[in-house]
């Protein structure tokens, strides 16, 4: 798996705990200790998915677009998951071989099992139930 999902929920997290006030990615940044070109790309991300609002201008920043409670983990890793929660190989295997022929039929069965047993866990827990472990 990728770190899209340690960034998203790091931002949303911080979002969360800072409700009462618009937070800039360049204090987002600092707090996660990543350039900020990475966090504005995941916070574009978050945005085109509907988990957070931003509001332009000098005194600007992202706030959550609805309340911590409303939101779940699963909703977010949605928003960030990778292609394959196992991974993919980037080579076809040979058609030819009887394993290599069906192999990737069922890793991505497999795969897909994984990720609902996955999704189900994240499905039972707010941001706000998560968030509740910092204060």
Known sequence: MNGRFSIAMHIMTLLCAGEDSLLSSEF???SININPVLVRKELSNLLK???ISSQM???GGYALA???KDIT???????VKPDAVLGQAKNQPNPACPIGKQINAHLKQLDAEIEQVMLNKLGTT???EFC????
């Open 57 to 59: 201008g000098k005194n």
């Open 66 to 68: 609805k309340p911590a």
């Open 73 to 79: 983990i699963a909703g977010i890793y949605e928003a």
């Open 49 to 51: 998915h509907g988990l």
């Open 132 to 135: 509740n472990k910092f204060e």
């Open 126 to 128: 707010t941001l706000a």
């Open 28 to 30: 987002m940044a600092g």
